[in-house]
């Protein structure tokens, strides 16, 4: 079955650390994104590529890093920099870069600083 | 400005109950998008529906169904005869799609809790 993967469900970091979550899809889907989701303040856009070998920042792309050297792959690391990086995030992907096509996501990662 | 206020962030109802779930939104575009997602506790969000600004027209899913009102800037979403199953949060979010402005503008999410 196509759909994007989310990988790990969980992950702890501790302070200081550099983690990469991963976001795989199978979709054929031109366009990826990242989500922060925190609670009551819905979901905020963080990195989106629209294609391979190029990206763009969001909302809220400090302290966050992305690379797309694969149309299937849209790896998000949570640098350092990021100060409060406990959060839940979303991998999603489109068909195309027009809205009219919405969007299919993956089912998480939570990460949590210890 | 551009925005999307949900403005019930918690609705608890009883099993076979009708619920509805309000969105409104701010856009001076005249082409724009409307969704709406549903998150169950597993965390994926579920698309359920899309409707452009141009179409009007009422939808209806099974026990599901859209009302959707320019006049009043609103997208309210109505689940008829509620489950447990459709406890989840249910996100609005709003697209604009106008050169180079392409974005989602979601909602803060309304909490839906059906108890058996």
């Known amino acids: 079955d196509g759909g994007i993967t989310q990988s790990p469900k969980y992950l702890f970091r501790k302070e200081g650390q550099n983690v990469t979550l991963s976001c795989e899809q199978n979709?054929?889907?031109?366009?990826m994104y990242w989500y922060r989701q925190d609670p009551g303040q819905g979901l905020r856009l963080i990195y989106y590529?629209?294609?391979?070998?190029?990206?763009q920042k969001g909302d809220i792309a400090e302290g966050y890093s992305v690379s797309r050297e694969k149309k299937e792959s849209f790896p998000l690391t949570v640098t350092s920099a990021q100060k409060n990086p406990t959060a839940f995030y979303l991998c999603?992907?489109?068909?195309?870069?027009?809205?009219?096509?919405?969007?299919?996501f993956g089912s998480g990662t939570r990460l949590t600083v210890v | 400005a551009q925005k999307v206020t949900q403005a019930q962030t918690e609705i608890s109802v009883v099993e076979k109950e009708d619920v509805t779930l309000d969105c409104v939104y701010e856009?001076?575009?005249?082409?724009?998008?409307l969704f709406w997602y549903k998150q169950p506790p597993s965390g994926e969000l579920v698309f359920l529906i899309r409707?452009?600004?141009?179409d009007e027209q009422n939808e209806i899913s099974g026990r599901y169904s859209w009302n959707f009102q320019k006049s009043t800037s609103s997208f309210n979403f109505t689940i008829t005869a509620s489950q447990v199953v459709d406890s989840a949060v249910y996100f609005c979010?709003?697209?604009?799609?106008?050169?180079?402005?392409?974005?989602?503008?979601w909602g803060l999410g309304t909490s839906l809790a059906v108890n058996p």
């Open positions: 409707r452009n600004s141009f």
């Open positions: 979010a709003l697209g604009l799609n106008a050169g180079n402005n392409r974005k989602l503008i």
């Open positions: 590529s629209q294609i391979v070998n190029d990206f």
């Open positions: 979709l054929n889907h031109d366009a």
């Open positions: 999603a992907s489109s068909i195309g870069r027009q809205l009219f096509y919405g969007y299919t």
């Open positions: 856009t001076r575009d005249t082409t724009y998008y």
